[in-house]
Nanobody, 120 residues
Framework: QVQLVESGGGLVQPGGSLRLSCAASGSIFGINTLGWYRQAPGKERELVAA???????NYADSVKGRFTISRDNAKNTVYLQMNNLQPEDTADYYC??????????????WGQGTQVTVSS
């Protein structure tokens, strides 16, 4: 079994920054794709950013130029650096991982979620 533990959320003023972390532990042969999703009240969960095992990234248009996703393979950890935060970024943020758990089996796991609130 694989567990994803998130941290780094909180309250920040518009224009401020936060860095989210998500660490994976358990029976892991390798992590393929890592991503961050968010869900605001009354809205569907949406992909914010993703990064492949090769380091390729993609971002939602709404966060391009402000957010940066990165990974530390030695620590099985993915980060989301969020700069110039705006009230529209307020949401619960969820870590997602596509994990190679055996030589032939890939499973998807979710973190518990961390709240990000942007308000003056």
């Amino acid at each position: 079994q694989v567990q994803l533990v998130e941290s780094g959320g909180g309250l920040v003023q518009p224009g401020g920054s936060l860095r989210l972390s998500c660490a994976a532990s358990g029976s892991i042969f390798g992590i393929n794709t890592l991503g961050w999703y968010r869900q605001a009240p009354g809205k569907e969960r949406e992909l914010v950013a993703a990064i492949t095992s090769g380091g390729n990234t993609n971002y939602a248009d709404s966060v391009k130029g402000r957010f940066t996703i990165s990974r530390d393979n030695a620590k099985n950890t993915v980060y989301l650096q969020m700069n110039n935060l705006q009230p529209e970024d307020t949401a619960d943020y969820y870590c997602n991982a596509r994990v190679q758990v055996t030589a032939t089996l890939v499973r998807t796991y979710w973190g518990q979620g961390t709240q990000v609130t942007v308000s003056s």
